[in-house]
Structures are given as C-alpha cells and as structure tokens.
C-alpha cells in the first residue's frame, strides 16, 4: 500500500509560481512512477506531467515549458514546479502513483492522493 498527501496548492496570479509537493509513504519499492494529474471544473481528470524512477519525465502539452516535475527519492518526495501561470491552470491537482505490477500488465494509476486545489487568477 502506498499513501500519498499533496501540499502546496492555493491562489496565484496570471505569470506568478507555486510549487506542489507529493509526499509518499508506505510500499514505496512497489512504485514504477509517479504523476501529476488535473482536474478542472466539467472536465475530465488529465495526466499533465510524470516521472519514472530513473528521472524519465513527460509532459503534456498544455503545460510542456512552464512546468517541472522532479523527485527527491531520499524524502520519497515529488514536486511540481508551475510557473507561468496562466488561469486555464486553475483545477484540481492530483498526485498518483503507477505500481510496477500495473505497468507491466497496461494499468492505470493505482494510488492517489486526496488532491489540492490551485486558482489563478488573471
């Protein structure tokens, strides 16, 4: 089992910055990668930004250039550095992470947190 709590979201201004932080704990050895995830007002939950154990990350597109997404495998810790914010950014964030066993049998994302919510405004 793996517990994951997210911290750090809030209000920003349109080109202003927050960083979201992912702290994992539990079964971490069990995990391949970890993601963030968006949820916006009547929109559907999309991946945005990943990170696999060996440092491999991939964006979306609606995010590629502003955000960074990294880890801190000594505090089994992942961030998510937004800058440039623009306020389609505003959603709900979710941190998850993709066990090895799903990744090898096509899964999905096994364990999420319970979400922080981000606002910007222009």
């Known amino acids: 089992q793996v517990h994951l709590v997210e911290s750090g979201g809030g209000?920003?201004?349109?080109?202003?910055?927050?960083r979201l932080s992912c702290a994992a704990s539990g079964?971490?050895?069990?995990?391949?990668?970890?993601?963030?995830?968006?949820?916006?007002?009547g929109q559907r939950r999309e991946l945005i930004a990943d990170i696999t154990s060996?440092?491999?990350?991939?964006?979306?597109d609606s995010v590629k250039g502003?955000?960074?997404?990294?880890?801190?495998?000594?505090?089994?810790?992942?961030?998510?550095?937004?800058?440039?914010?623009i306020p389609e950014d505003t959603a709900d964030y979710y941190c998850a992470a993709l066990s090895i066993l799903s990744r090898d049998h096509g899964g999905e994302y096994d364990y999420w947190g319970q979400g922080t919510q981000?606002?910007?405004?222009?």
């Open 118 to 122: 981000v606002t910007v405004s222009s």
């Open 11 to 18: 209000l920003a201004q349109a080109g202003g910055s927050l």
């Open 66 to 85: 502003r955000f960074t997404i990294s880890r801190d495998s000594s505090q089994d810790t992942v961030y998510l550095q937004m800058d440039s914010l």
């Open 54 to 60: 060996t440092d491999i990350t991939h964006y979306a």
């Open 27 to 41: 079964s971490i050895d069990l995990i391949s990668t970890m993601g963030w995830f968006r949820q916006a007002r």
